[in-house]
């Protein structure tokens, strides 16, 4: 088992930034791929980005790349999500997952990921 828990969410004017944090517990943090997820109501959930267990893999949805970096300090497990340059569209609950020996091209499936937090939310103001 993982437990997962978002932390940094809130409310940011246009053009301003964020960072999102995931604290991990229970198995070895880097053994796992991790990512970021968004939902706004009345929509599936989206892939944002994600992360190889080493760290040395990365991948972001065309929607976020070049504003947003994700990384992760595996002696603290813990992930991040920097948000930079946001953008009202940006507006979402945003989740962060594990997923355990995923492909490059399973990193951003949602279904390929096992442990899942709550989520924060993150506003931003035209």
């Known amino acids: 088992q993982v437990q997962l828990v978002e932390s940094g969410g809130g409310l940011v004017q246009a053009g301003g930034s964020l960072t999102l944090s995931c604290a991990a517990s229970?198995?070895?943090?880097?053994?796992?791929?991790m990512g970021w997820f968004r939902q706004t109501p009345g929509k599936d959930r989206e892939f944002v980005a994600a992360?190889?267990?080493?760290?040395?893999?990365?991948r972001y949805s065309d929607s976020v790349k070049g504003r947003f970096t994700i990384s992760r300090d595996n002696a603290k497990s813990t992930l991040y999500l920097q948000m930079n340059s946001l953008k009202p569209e940006d507006t979402a609950i945003y989740y962060c997952?594990?997923?355990?020996?995923?492909?490059?091209?399973?990193?951003?499936?949602?279904?390929?990921?096992?442990?899942w937090g709550q989520g924060t939310q993150v506003t931003v103001s035209s």
């Open positions: 992360i190889s267990g080493s760290g040395g893999t990365k």
């Open positions: 229970g198995r070895t943090f880097s053994r796992y791929a």
């Open positions: 997952a594990a997923g355990n020996s995923l492909s490059i091209a399973a990193m951003q499936w949602e279904k390929a990921y096992s442990y």
